[in-house]
Nanobody
Framework: QVQLVESGGGLVQAGDSLRLSCAAS????????MGWFRQAPGKERELLAA????????YYVDSVKGRFTISRDSAKNTVYLQMISLKPEDTAVYYC??????????????WGQGTQVTVSS
């Protein structure tokens, strides 16, 4: 049984930092590119960042470039999202996802359950 379990969300103030973690189990971690998405109320789920299977290639949506950093630890089967300079508009439920392709528009095999991030002004 494949599980992606996110953690690290919470309530913070604008300008603060958070690090989200996504622990994967039940799959061969090295076979999957990993991504972080978020969904705010009334909005579509959007891809924020992605990291390739080997960790060499990374993608960021423009709105988080310079503030968010994605990384992965193969020894721990975990992907991280370090977030700095958080803004109220970053408030959303954050999800991790696993895809056999670095192109997350093509196919996503697994989703986590999500973790809430709330940024107060």
């Amino acid at each position: 049984q494949v599980q992606l379990v996110e953690s690290g969300g919470g309530l913070v103030q604008a300008g603060d930092s958070l690090r989200l973690s996504c622990a994967a189990s039940g799959l061969t971690f090295s076979n999957y590119a990993m991504g972080w998405f978020r969904q705010a109320p009334g909005k579509e789920r959007e891809l924020l960042a992605a990291i390739s299977r080997g960790g060499l290639n990374k993608y960021y949506v423009d709105s988080v470039k310079g503030r968010f950093t994605i990384s992965r630890d193969s020894a721990k089967n975990t992907v991280y999202l370090q977030m700095i300079s958080l803004k109220p508009e970053d408030t959303a439920v954050y999800y991790c996802a696993a895809s056999p392709s670095f192109d997350f528009t093509r196919r996503i095999d697994y989703w986590g359950q999500g973790t809430q991030v709330t940024v107060s002004s």
